[in-house]
């Protein structure tokens, strides 16, 4: 039986044994340092205790946090929207009725103002119609005092039938006139009275002629009147006028007009975010060139788009000087109504076990506790959460090192800086 490798594996054991076990004193011993064998004194254990521990005021341990107190504000909240801007009105005028151009173009950029003649139509034989129309006017018109007079003269036949009738029946009653001549006069007045109403059929025809003839007057008059085409309001021309000599057709169009002052900033808003946005709430927008603008939200929309599932909203801004083209780019800051918060170092967050948000506090018994926080705005003073009593003490140093219901030893932050001063 060889013993020397039983030997040599029990050495080896050995040797594990205080590499592995007992560490320190294997390395005291090889530096010569015998210190660390040594118990510890009674002042050196106080002095690794806390001060309540040291003192023999309990015997539970304490962890040393630092806390700063914290008082919610009233934070006004913000919703970014990304859009673009848009024309407040953009109209393209076309001809209502055809005719060759016989203006001047206007050209592209150049502003016009509401009912600036912008394309000229040629009269051709309107102005004969027109003409005619007035000739037909003036005999209409000429023909109602004939009817008048006419209805007058069977008004007064009728009256004189009306009396010769009465006086023949009266006679008749004395015997002294015949049943033939009762019977001419009661004709004689239903005859009358076919005139009268003759007569006043004719008068409402010479009436009704003379409204057939103004008609005509006006409609020759908004047929010139149509040859003219006007800008509708304010604004620039986006393309050229209609060329001299053009021939338009009712439809065709003369020129594109629109209006830059004041002008929309359009955006599109998630149905989380709609509800909290209201008419008349004021809206910052950044533009693609840095350029920042303040407006208000004139527009909400009640009807989301089929495809995105985003609302629409518009916000008018102010464009003096027309420098704010139609359809840049623009990031949309909308105001909504604020809410308390508070203002915490983003090193006072943390986790707690299922992955929830929150800060560690110092609650009134002097033992820390957990609280779920909602993340509101990053700034570069610090992160503005909600979820929070209106006052609370949070462990912003140390909150890593504690859990739910351990004993804390707390300082303030303001304590701390002022001995530190």
Request: charged share 20%.
């Amino acid at each position: 039986m060889r013993i020397f490798p039983l030997i040599t594996a029990a050495i080896v054991s050995v040797a594990l044994f205080f590499l592995v076990f007992q560490r320190d004193k294997l390395l005291s011993f090889a530096t010569g340092d015998t210190k660390g064998d040594a118990p510890a004194t009674a002042e050196q254990t106080a002095a690794a205790l806390p001060p309540s521990q040291a003192n023999g005021e309990g015997a539970e341990r304490r962890v040393s946090v630092l806390v700063q107190h914290s008082t919610a504000q009233l934070v006004d909240n913000a919703i970014l929207a990304r859009g673009r801007t848009e024309a407040a009105r953009q109209v393209e005028v076309k001809s209502e009725t055809a005719g060759l151009v016989v203006s001047e173009p206007l050209r592209r950029g150049a502003y016009v103002s509401a009912g600036q003649p912008l394309c000229v139509l040629d009269m051709g034989t309107r102005a004969a119609q027109l003409k005619e129309a007035q000739a037909r006017l003036m005999e209409a018109t000429s023909r109602l005092p004939e009817a008048q007079a006419r209805l007058v003269e069977a008004k007064a036949k009728l009256a004189e039938a009306e009396i010769n009738g009465r006086a023949a029946t009266q006679l008749s009653q004395s015997g002294y006139a015949s049943d033939t001549r009762v019977a001419a006069t009661t004709a004689a007045v239903e005859t009358a009275h076919a005139g009268v109403s003759s007569a006043e059929a004719g008068v409402t025809g010479a009436t009704s002629g003379i409204r057939s003839a103004e008609a005509s007057v006006e409609a020759a008059e908004h047929e010139i009147a149509r040859l003219t085409l006007l800008a509708p309001f304010h604004g620039l021309l986006e393309t050229d006028t209609a060329e001299l000599g053009a021939l338009l057709q009712p439809g065709s169009s003369c020129a594109t007009v629109i209006q830059l002052d004041p002008i929309k900033l359009v955006g599109f808003l998630a149905e989380t975010d709609v509800d909290k946005v209201s008419v008349g709430a004021l809206a910052k927008a950044r533009l693609a060139s840095g350029r920042e603008v303040l407006g208000r939200v004139t527009f909400v929309s009640r009807s989301a788009d089929p495809l995105t599932r985003t609302f629409r909203i518009e916000v008018t801004v102010t464009n003096e000087g027309l420098t704010i083209r139609d359809g840049q780019t623009a990031e949309l800051t909308i105001a909504t109504t604020g809410k308390p918060a508070h203002l915490l170092p983003a090193s006072a967050l943390t986790l707690d076990d299922a992955g929830q948000l929150g800060i560690r506090a110092a609650g009134a018994d002097g033992r820390a506790t957990f609280m779920p926080v909602s993340l509101q705005r990053d700034t570069v003073d610090g992160v503005w959460v909600d979820g929070l009593p209106e006052t609370v003490d949070v462990i912003v140093v140390g909150q890593e090192f504690v859990v739910d219901g351990v004993a804390l030893d707390v300082t303030s932050r303001d304590t701390a800086i002022g001995a530190g001063q």
